[in-house]
């Protein structure tokens, strides 16, 4: 029987992946997941894509 997983990728400096972490084994008990962790560095992701990072992104005013 195949057993159902949960991949979860975070990059350390995120704030949200940090509060994410808190209750995502909870979530893996509960569901009986497995939980498969995967760390990325996000900025290395958008400098690949092209893209700007949140916080270097110009707000828009309307």
Do not use: T
């Amino acid at each position: 029987m195949k057993v159902a997983a949960l991949d979860f990728y975070f990059d350390f400096l995120s704030p949200f992946a940090f509060f994410a972490w808190r209750d995502i084994s909870p979530l893996c008990e509960k569901y009986q997941l497995e939980l498969r962790v995967h760390p990325i560095v996000f900025g290395k992701l958008l400098d690949h894509w092209g893209q700007l990072g949140p916080g270097v992104i110009i707000p828009k005013i309307n």
